[in-house]
């Protein structure tokens, strides 16, 4: 299958971390674009960052820089968004995406083809 598979959300409290994993079976990861977006209850969903195949860029929103850091680990084929300093706002499912390869990553969710079934982080106290 070529569907993305999100993992590692959870229930944290304000000031809390969590590191969400993202990773295919077939897909090799490396050679495309890959995106995270989120989707608070009864708001759009919106992308949160980005880093572009043989990481030849990347880009984090201005409301979690510093916050959150996108990595990867290509030995396990793997995607990683690591939240830090997690506030209430930041509830929401998470979904990681794969797209054509291009040297600057992209929020637009039409530039990507494969999508996950998203993981629910909540932060509350």
């Known amino acids: 299958q070529f569907e993305l598979v999100e993992s590692g959300g959870g229930s944290v409290h304000p000031g809390g971390s969590l590191r969400l994993s993202c990773t295919n079976a077939?897909?090799?990861?490396?050679?495309?674009?890959i995106g995270w977006f989120r989707q608070a209850p009864g708001r759009e969903r919106e992308g949160v960052g980005c880093?572009?195949?043989?990481?030849?860029?990347?880009f984090i929103i201005d409301s979690v820089k510093g916050r959150f850091t996108i990595s990867r680990d290509d030995a396990k084929n793997t995607i990683y968004l690591q939240m830090s300093s997690l506030e209430p706002e930041d509830t929401a499912v998470y979904y990681c995406?794969?797209?054509?390869?291009?040297?600057?990553?992209?929020?637009?969710?039409?530039?990507?083809?494969?999508w996950g079934q998203g993981t629910q982080a909540t932060v509350s106290s």
């Open positions: 995406a794969a797209g054509v390869p291009r040297r600057l990553c992209s929020l637009v969710e039409g530039t990507y083809g494969y």
């Open positions: 880093i572009s195949d043989r990481d030849r860029s990347s």
């Open positions: 077939r897909l090799v990861l490396y050679d495309y674009n």
